[in-house]
């Protein structure tokens, strides 16, 4: 259930879904698939309903209407929250996740040096700084090893570099046969991407 | 029937209809039955005048009871077949069924007093009564405090359901504990043990209150559909952002 | 079960934790039995009267008090999120936080009963009913919690809300409860049933409640 | 003076809304009633013994427990800062929240304690100086919450530590508080200078807690 | 005392100052002056200490060494956290602000039609998205009318258009003699800010 194998179908596949928030349309008609491999970037101005839209294909939230299929437990998201337990290090929530995903010791050293969790390994994650708190955050969606990442503005507040880290794992995430919808305000550079635009009607 | 109901514009046109005559209705029994109940029904051999009450006050328990039920009922339909009108139906009552149970706890607070020397103890009668009234008034805070209906309608939902528990309590609570309170007459396994004289007018009332119930519900019903209309109305200004994929 | 293991662990950590909260309805117990004291003043045959019930009291409101925090914190930081999105079962992670509150927060309660009743002057052939009574009890009062902190997260803060919720549902408890302590000092032969009543009254709610909090917990993330 | 009145208003309207919390601490108080009159049963003149004893327990209680609020969700959303920034004197700050919180949160529960001391069946005359002698004493518990929420702020949730610091300041209050309320019901000439008491050790709070709520917020926001 | 009228001397001057948390040395030797106009951007890598650097010149710590002269009532800082009641409003959040800075109503309504509020004036601010939200932040700061804009990374989380806003209503703010300290990742096109790179010597 939690492996990265390939799955036959498309894993999530929405048609002409529309998603309500307090009794208002946010968004409405939207149709794609996400099969093994492929990167959206998820792009629109500010409360177009990009968060919405990830929320709803991670299974937080049912369309009004149209149809939202989704294979149970192949889904991971990234939120605004980091999911970060203050009073824990980050090697404590590191090792909470490991448990929770039932991820290899391997798997997870990587994740660590990958993100450069090192300097800060056993640091309460209350002082991290906010990138530093951001990485972290990543951290979980690569420990989880699940296929389809949902990824709501991943790099906010990171560095430059780290940027490009995170572009790196999610672009090698999808070559190696995942997959990923990023949604993002930053020109991120990822080679192939599709985009899903959300533009305001109004 | 159910179908017929379903639909929100025919309930609309049903509730007109039925509105008036349920009204009327209630009123006429409730003439007859006070009639009945002030100068055509003896005093109490124990109790004296004072037993008139239990006329205002037993049908306004049964009423406190009922009322849940029937939200508890809504409730589930609209949890399970996610039906709006139900929710509507589960909203609306709460206040009428709280407003009954407030009554019930008054008129027995009053009765009690001559009866039994003192306004309130804390037996397991009354105060399961006491702790139905908040779950009422705790069921209309939850409507009340979350902007979401469709949330909303599910989260109260579940918390009906559940305080539903609290139902049979009440119900059996001067069965099994050793109560101040009096065992029930009227509703009980075996018929009624209560004298005609003073059942005909019981039932009178009963009726007269549970047809005011109806046409209360009704109405306070189409006033949560109109509020609706119009909330839909508000939102239609800020139309919804399309998707286009690349 | 691994991913129940899991959640438990964390939160039993976390609540043991500086600024946790497990000692705090420990607290909360002796600083009421503290202040009914010195309320009642020097009488002590009159404050011996009522340690039962104050004892009992003041273990319900602690055990409210401790609901909201059951689901809250993770509510705010986006672990529930994280949770729900792991077990893809809420129910689970509802046994779970259940089970770590109990532990965290009810079981130091049961534990400072004992050295608090002697506070109180409460009769030494009393005690073992009151705590017995408070160890069968208790467990419903953590699975009622989880349902109350699920229901309370759209409310932000709203423990008013949660309080008259779940009052009507733990007042059974209370009232059986007492009397179960009651009849326990007493020596009566209905100590037995009383305790078994609770008991049931625990086992029901060990079903509903999980159920019903993963309703409300789904309906909440969304 | 106008900044003042502006975080008052704010306060003010935030605890009136849906969530807020005006009304938690009355029905805290009705609950701990509650509990308490189900936990003694039947027997109405143990009850009424007890009434004013516990009527004042939980109204304390009730006010430590809405103490945790007062700074709370200003530090977490960062509104704090905003404060600290706008005012440049968190002593001013800790004034309007002091005055904003006996507002919303310690004058409904006077408000509320007749009504549940009828239902406890305290005796008559004992009404009036039961609501005198909480008037009196309520705001130095408001101004003592002051001091006790901007202590707690860097604990998160550490409500525990805010208690045993506040505990012990606050005790004075609640003796010399039902000394009063038993001395008004009894006509005995002690009542006037107890009140007086009570409003000295209000006065003195006034004076000394603001400040030193100032310089523990100053402390916490850094 | 919340004018925007230009102060003679710099309002804000840090001479080789180093701050701590948590018994850690995080900025050493940090030398600058902010004087009327003046922009500077902070950068540097995630956990290099802008954070920590600009709640030092708000006010809200003290440095461990150096000297930091700031007139008090001058400084306004935006955080991450957007100091935005969930509760209230967008309106009723800037009425209180408006009070709070003792605010002319001109000025309010300028605030809020500068950084387009209009759409979600009404609608309480728990349910806005969070570019939205962020929006709102940065109308307290111009609200406010102080001189000297402390903004941590202002605008994280925004939408283009927003970010074009954002970065006039900055550079207009200095070119009429208001002066801001801008920590940012992101490469905002501003004209003539001066920088200050914090460097991990790690
Ligand atoms: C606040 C106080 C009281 C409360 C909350 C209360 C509550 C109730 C409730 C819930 C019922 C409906 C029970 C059922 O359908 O089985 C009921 C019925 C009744 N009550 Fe009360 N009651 C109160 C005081 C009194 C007093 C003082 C009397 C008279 C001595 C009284 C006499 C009755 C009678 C005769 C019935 C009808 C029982 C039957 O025929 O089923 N109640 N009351
Ligand atoms: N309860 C509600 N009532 C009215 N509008 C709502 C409610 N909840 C959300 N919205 C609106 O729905 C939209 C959803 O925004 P969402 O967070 O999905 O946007 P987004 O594309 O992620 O924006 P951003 O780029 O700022 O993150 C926003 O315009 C928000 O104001
Ligand atoms: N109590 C503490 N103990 C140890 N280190 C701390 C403590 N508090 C903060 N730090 C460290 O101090 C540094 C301060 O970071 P700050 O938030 O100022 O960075 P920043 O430059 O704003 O980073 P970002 O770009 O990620 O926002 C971080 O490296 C953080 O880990
Ligand atoms: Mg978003
Ligand atoms: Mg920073």
Redesign the pocket.
């Known amino acids: 259930m939690t492996d990265g194998t390939k799955p036959s179908a498309p894993a999530v596949e929405a048609r002409d879904i529309s998603l309500r ?4 349309t ?1 968004v409405a008609g939207v149709t794609f698939a996400v099969n093994p491999g492929d990167l959206y970037l998820l792009h ?10 990830l929320r709803a294909l991670a299974g937080f939230s049912r369309p009004a209407c149209g149809s939202l299929k989704r294979a149970v437990g192949r889904t991971i998201l990234l939120g605004y929250a980091d999911a970060v337990k203050a009073a824990f290090t980050a090697k404590e929530n590191i090792d909470f996740w490991g448990a929770l995903y039932g991820a290899a010791p391997a798997t997870v050293e990587r994740a660590i040096s990958q993100l450069r969790i090192f300097p800060f390994l056993n640091q309460r994650t209350g002082t991290l700084s906010s990138g530093q708190r951001r990485r972290l955050a990543l951290c979980r969606v690569v420990i989880s090893r699940r296929p389809i990442w949902l990824l ?2 991943p790099t906010a507040g990171m560095d430059a570099a780290s940027v490009a880290t995170a572009v790196d794992l999610i672009a090698g995430h999808c070559r190696s046969g995942g997959s990923a919808v990023v ?1 993002t ?1 930053e020109a991120l550079p990822f080679a192939g991407a599709r985009t899903i635009t ?1 533009a305001d009607a109004a | 029937m159910a179908f017929d109901l379903a639909n929100p514009q025919r309930f609309e046109k049903l509730a007109a209809r039925l509105v008036p005559l349920l009204t009327i209705a209630s009123g006429v029994t409730a003439l007859f039955g006070l009639y009945m109940a002030l100068f055509d029904s003896p005093a109490d051999y124990q109790q004296g005048d004072s037993v008139r009450i239990m006329y205002v006050h037993v049908p306004a328990a049964w009423m406190a009871l009922l009322c849940y039920s029937t939200m508890a009922i809504a409730s589930a339909i609209g949890f399970i077949f996610k039906h709006p009108l139900a929710d509507v139906a589960a909203k609306s009552a709460a206040p009428i069924g709280a407003a009954f149970t407030f009554l019930a706890l008054v008129t027995g607070s009053l009765w009690g007093k001559p009866m039994w020397g003192t306004w309130w103890a804390w037996d397991a009668r009354l105060t399961s009564v006491l702790i139905l009234f908040f779950l009422y008034i705790g069921y209309i805070a939850l409507w009340n405090a979350i ?2 209906k469709i949330r909303a309608a599910r989260l109260a939902a579940i918390v009906c359901l559940v305080g539903f528990i609290n139902i049979p309590i009440i119900k059996f609570s001067v069965d099994w504990w050793n109560s101040l309170h009096q065992p029930a007459s009227v509703l009980r396994a075996g018929g009624p043990t209560i004298h005609g004289s003073m059942l005909t007018p019981l039932i009178l009332m009963g009726a007269a209150y549970a047809l005011g119930f109806a046409a209360l519900l009704l109405v306070s019903m189409r006033g949560e559909l109109a509020e609706r209309r119009i909330a839909r109305l508000e939102q239609a200004g800020r139309p919804p952002s399309k998707a286009t994929v690349a | 079960m691994k991913k129940m293991l899991a959640i438990f662990e964390r939160d039993i950590a976390l609540a043991f934790r500086a600024g946790g909260g497990a000692i705090n309805s420990v607290v909360f117990l002796a600083l009421t039995v503290l202040i009914f004291a010195l309320a009642v003043g020097p009488d002590r045959a009159r404050l011996a009267a009522s340690a039962a019930p104050i004892l009992w009291t003041a273990a319900t409101l602690a055990a409210m008090l401790s609901f909201d925090s059951i689901f809250q914190a993770d509510f705010e930081d986006g672990s529930l999120d994280v949770l729900a999105e792991a077990t893809e079962s809420l129910g689970f992670v509802a046994v779970s936080k259940a089970a770590a509150h109990w532990v965290s927060a009810l079981l130091p309660l049961i534990l400072a009963t004992p050295p608090l009743a002697v506070l109180l002057g409460l009769p030494a052939a009393a005690y073992f009913p009151l705590v017995i009574s408070l160890a069968v009890a208790t467990p419903a009062l953590s699975l009622l919690g989880v349902l109350a902190s699920a229901l309370a997260l759209s409310l932000r803060r709203a423990s008013i809300l949660m309080t008259i919720l779940t009052a009507p549902l733990l007042t059974p408890a209370v009232i059986f409860g007492v009397a179960a302590a009651n009849a326990g000092a007493e020596n009566s032969p209905l100590f037995g049933p009383l305790l078994m009543l609770l008991a049931a009254f625990t086992l029901l709610f060990l079903i509903a409640m999980p159920l019903a909090a993963g309703a409300a917990l789904r309906f909440n993330i969304d």
């Open positions: 928030r307090g009794g208002r946010i629109g101005p500010n409360g177009s309903g990009k968060t919405t839209l709501d503005e949604a305000h959300l | 902007d979401d």
